[in-house]
């Protein structure tokens, strides 16, 4: 697998989200506040953070405030759920239409913002704590913010019965990633044949004859928790 470049993950932001916002625009006023795989939060709650990504993604000033405002709001848990917090209590008032257009206007300046982070800032390690833990700046504003798109028009798409848009040059690039990863973080001898259009069959070199055949969706729930772990592998990886 070619690993994808920073400008790459760039590109595949910009179609994530296109892709997120045809399906907001599909769902009705049932499904928009249909329960997610996320404890406590129905779509409308998942995308009202996506919003506040794009915003903090746009403007450092913005993501500072959000992120003083988080820890406030942590309590003891992740900083992310703080930041969470405030991203979904700041956009309570906001229709399921206001949030798809809130979503729509920032997306351009978000991938602006990610877009002109210095390469030398990409490299520098910073300690994000769960579930990143430390990493390099290009890993979360590329790799991780991309994935978290992703994740969440699949979990968008399962709360309200709706088939997500999957095609090998998009979503195969993304699950390739993420298998890659997997792999690494967990270091056994694996062959792994996930079924669907963003599939493939992946094995390490001394991969055992027998495969590990799952559906695509089911690996990627499972590699980010969503659901037990694939085994005989415990291992997650950050979205």
Known sequence: MTVPTYDDWMALSRTEYDRLLALLR????EQWYADTVCPGWGVREMVAPLVGAGESNASIREAVRQTRLGRGLAQGRDLVDGINDVQVRERTELSPTQLV???AEVAPRALRGRARVPRALRAVQVPFGPPVGTASVGY???RIYTRDLWMHRLD??????TQPLLTA?????????VVAEWAGRHGTPYRLELIGPAGGTFASPDAPDDAIVLDTEQFVASASGREP????FATTVPF
């Open 26 to 29: 599909g769902l009705d006023d």
């Open 101 to 103: 257009d809130a979503l």
């Open 140 to 142: 979360l504003m590329g």
């Open 156 to 161: 968008i798409a399962a709360a309200t019965g």
């Open 169 to 177: 040059d998009h979503d195969g690039v993304l699950v390739a990633d």
């Open 229 to 232: 772990a694939v085994p005989p």
